[in-house]
């Protein structure tokens, strides 16, 4: 089996970056926030990222202030759900500091995920192409006009002849 050439450190912060940034807007995110997380638990297996510290979310779950770990890839910060170990051993530096700023980055979605499947050998499943959802809304109220029928009533129908 070919070995593929290594990917660096700051070419799989990019693609992290791009992968987070189009997560935090899709509709279904689940499976972008898996790669995210297998990338950087692999990042930090092989050093290299840093644990810097846990945040508290700024999204409580059901009201419930939780916190996230802090991560740094290169010059790029990251969140990821933290481990039990993680409370005893980091810092907890309190609210979401919003001066940790990631660069700009410009890379597509389709090339961060190609990065990151390659990353951490991961292989799509064929066919499990995403659906393109008609967007409904719950208020929507069918319209009648164009009907032939108007009023819908079976009485309508005896003067029909």
């Known amino acids: 089996m070919a070995k593929t050439k290594s990917i660096s450190s700051a070419e799989l912060a990019r693609a992290l970056y791009t992968i987070n940034r189009h997560a935090k807007t899709a509709p279904e995110p689940k499976h972008l926030y898996y790669i995210k997380k297998e990338a950087i638990k692999k990042l930090l297996s092989e050093n290299r990222a840093k644990k810097i510290g846990l ?9 419930n202030q939780h916190s996230t770990l802090l991560i740094k890839v290169e010059n790029y910060y990251f969140h990821i759900p933290p481990e039990k170990d993680d409370f005893n051993q980091l810092e907890h530096l309190g609210t979401l500091d919003q001066s940790y700023r990631n660069p700009q980055t410009k890379m597509s979605l ?14 799509p499943k ?10 409904t809304s719950a208020y929507y109220t069918p319209s009648s006009l164009g009907k032939m029928e108007w009023p819908p009533t079976k009485s309508y129908r005896k003067f029909e002849s």
């Open 126 to 135: 064929p066919g499990k192409k995403p659906r393109n959802r008609k967007y």
């Open 110 to 123: 389709s090339q961060a995920k190609r990065i990151v499947y390659r990353y951490i050998n991961y292989t």
């Open 55 to 63: 945040h508290f979310s700024d999204h409580p779950k059901f009201s």
